[in-house]
């Protein structure tokens, strides 16, 4: 998938489509999560563009644009914008369009942003967009106009209808709430995959390796969080050697309260320990794909209790990856 980004992004973009090559079909949206109504999105901007016989495209924007209009307010991001770019590939899309979301862009009128940014900058032959899709200064334009406008301009326009499972709503905010419930098994029905933390290992406390349940602390490089607990998870290997490698993980996302004392304040950790696991992870980049969630976290009076406790939870992890449970 070729990405472009930066003042020069739609003129590259544009470039890909000559004389001889079908415009593009291009989905908008931010994509946060690309959960299953973004992916209804991808598939249908796909089916055009095998219809044109061009290529298939998304354009995408960084930073969210609530973190302009109401940054105090502005929604923890699933995942990073390089997340997004992967997943996008992964759906067999053939261009990315990175639009830096400032205030000058968000000043494009409605109509301006699809005469002037969609029909002209970027030479786009099909629109596939959100039910709820808005545009343009004010968020004026809706799916009516741009419907109207798509007309005018001779553009295909694609308005995707909502999408649900077992009647929960996917949408990115949904996704965001059941996380924060630790409902992380529903929030992956809705994601089409496990829940992730992607993040970087560093050295810790070494508590766990004195306890015989050494742990990976990674730091997340997203904002997404699920509600403090013990997890069962999955830890996928993004770097160095046996990079791919996916290793079952009993995973604690919270404050070590046994340690730090309840109430303490003490930040939130998020540490994997890797079933049957014997390497060097410091430094390396690792992705948590977190499959359940076993219990809240708790303070215990006697380390033999930790001790007991967590190897309870070493042996329902195992049960849940096995399919046992």
Not at 294 to 300: G, I, P, S, V
Request: aromatic share 6%.
């Amino acid at each position: 998938m070729k990405v472009f980004a930066g003042a020069s992004a739609f003129a590259a973009a544009r470039a890909l489509s000559d004389a001889t090559t079908p415009p593009m079909a291009v989905a908008i949206g931010n994509f946060d999560g690309v959960h299953r109504g973004h992916q209804a999105l991808l598939d249908e901007a796909r089916a055009r563009a095998r219809r044109r016989g061009g290529p298939s495209a998304v354009l995408t924007f960084t930073p969210h644009p609530a973190r302009l209009f109401a940054p105090a307010k502005a929604p923890p991001l699933i995942m990073s914008l390089e997340r997004r770019l992967e997943l996008f590939a992964e759906a067999g899309i053939d261009v990315a369009i990175v639009e830096a979301f400032t205030p000058t862009f968000a000043a494009i009128e409605a109509d301006e942003f699809v005469r002037r940014v969609l029909a002209q900058d970027l030479a786009a032959g099909d629109l596939v967009v959100g039910y709820d899709f808005s545009f343009g200064r004010g968020r004026a334009g809706n799916v009516a106009r741009l419907a109207a406008l798509g007309a005018e301009l001779g553009l295909g326009v694609a308005v995707i209808p909502p999408v649900t499972i077992d009647r929960i709503p996917c949408s990115s905010t949904r996704v965001r709430e059941l996380c924060a419930e630790g409902e992380v098994r529903r929030a992956a029905m809705l994601l089409s995959r496990p829940v992730e933390i992607e993040g970087r290992v560093v050295r810790g406390a070494a508590r766990g390796r004195t306890l015989g349940f050494p742990t990976a602390n990674v730091v997340p490089e997203g904002e997404l969080v699920p509600r403090l607990g013990i997890y069962a998870a999955r830890t996928r290997l993004l770097d160095g050697p046996g990079a791919g490698a996916v290793h079952q993980t009993a995973l604690s996302i919270g404050r070590n309260p046994t340690f730090t004392g309840p109430g303490s304040g003490a930040p939130v950790t998020v540490e994997g320990h890797l079933l049957d696991f014997d390497g060097d992870l410091y430094d390396r980049r690792v992705r948590l794909e977190i499959l359940d969630r076993l219990r809240d976290e708790q303070r215990f009076e006697s380390i033999d209790a930790l001790i007991a406790q967590i190897t309870a939870d070493v042996a329902r992890v195992r049960e849940i990856e096995s399919g046992r449970v």
